[in-house]
């Protein structure tokens, strides 16, 4: 199905993903602890930078990352 796509990943640190996502009403968020959030992230993170084909470091601003991205997928 991803075959001749450009899949990107937009690599987090926990911590930041944590950040953002702390006070969430998502169900996942509300259901899970810190560490379960955390055991998931390391597992999903495996997966997607399996299946990506340019991984971008996301930690940074908007404009450098949106940049970034624009660089790697021409």
Same mark, same amino acid.
């Given at each position: 199905?991803?075959?001749?796509? @450009?899949?990107?990943? =937009? ?7 944590? /950040?953002? &996502? ?13 560490? @379960?959030?955390?055991? =998931? ?7 997607? /930078?399996? &299946? ?23």
């Amino acid at each position: 199905a991803l075959k001749g796509c @450009q899949v990107v990943y =937009l690599d987090v640190p926990f911590e930041i993903c944590w /950040k953002r &996502i702390r006070f969430s009403d998502r169900p996942l968020v509300r259901s899970n602890s810190k560490k @379960q959030l955390m055991e =998931l992230y390391k597992k999903r993170v495996q997966i997607y /930078k399996a &299946i990506s084909t340019v991984q971008i470091k996301n930690h940074r601003d908007l404009k450098r990352t949106v940049t970034e991205i624009m660089e790697q997928c021409k």
